[in-house]
């Protein structure tokens, strides 16, 4: 049976509304990034660069949640566009650029609005930026297309999911206001049963809720090594 390694982070609840959505038979495996479970030796065995979420399919090691996605899409053929050469290409550069570009620079926009120190005007106001103009580029697109991929629900939704649901956070309570059709879309997947169920996963388990300074030195390791 297949393995999930997961928390409630943006990340794995995109791989948990494909579990959901599917129906497909899997052992939850809760990983406490705030405790620092991510870096035990036999999950850096699954995933070597120790972050969630992670699978393991009979052997078969899987991970960043992007990556997850497409691997189960084409194993199951679940939410997957029609086999042309343009939905290919839709697929695979949206579901990039969410993994490369709205992903990473929300989370880096998150880490200098919540976390930093309040002094980096500088690495706030960049990463704020970035992440709006991603935003932005999403909107136009959502602005012509139905979905992520034209006229078809898929797996690019849901990482389109993962990270748009937590907006707020990232850009502030007005986010949707300015960029209506990302609203659109999100409310569409938010609105599926299988959405909430992927949400309710981790209240299964019982993972740490604080950061404190000891999660801190944990998930932001270059604290750890400057204490040294």
């Known amino acids: 049976m297949l393995k999930f390694y997961f928390n409630g982070a943006p ?32 999950f850096l065995k699954v995933n070597p660069n120790g972050k969630v979420p ?28 029609a086999n042309t050469p343009q939905n290919h290409a839709l697929l695979y550069s949206w579901l990039m650029f969410i993994a490369t570009g709205l992903g990473p620079y929300s989370g880096q926009a998150v880490h200098f609005k919540h ?4 002094d980096l005007e500088y690495a706030h106001n960049r990463y704020q930026f970035e992440a709006h103009r991603h935003y932005k580029i999403l909107d ?15 797996i690019v939704d849901m990482a389109f999911w993962g990270w748009v649901r937590m907006a707020p956070f990232v850009l502030g309570d007005d986010v949707f206001t ?15 049963p299988a959405a909430a169920r992927a949400i309710a996963l981790k209240d299964k388990f019982t993972f740490k809720a604080e950061v404190d300074e000891e999660a801190r030195h944990i998930m932001f390791g270059h604290l750890k090594t400057k204490a040294a």
């Open 140 to 154: 136009d697109h959502l602005a012509k297309s139905k979905y992520m991929v034209g006229d078809t629900y898929t």
């Open 11 to 42: 990340n794995p609840n995109k791989v948990a509304l494909f579990l959901e959505e599917t129906g497909l038979p899997c052992e939850l495996i809760p990983v406490d990034t705030r405790k620092g479970e991510q870096f035990k030796p036999e």
């Open 54 to 81: 992670a699978i393991d399919d009979d052997g078969v090691f899987v991970f960043d949640s992007n990556a997850i996605l497409l691997y189960l899409g084409e194993k199951t053929g679940k939410f997957m566009p």
């Open 115 to 118: 976390f930093a120190p309040k």
């Open 178 to 192: 300015k960029y209506p059709n990302v609203k659109r879309l999100h409310d569409e997947v938010s609105a599926r």
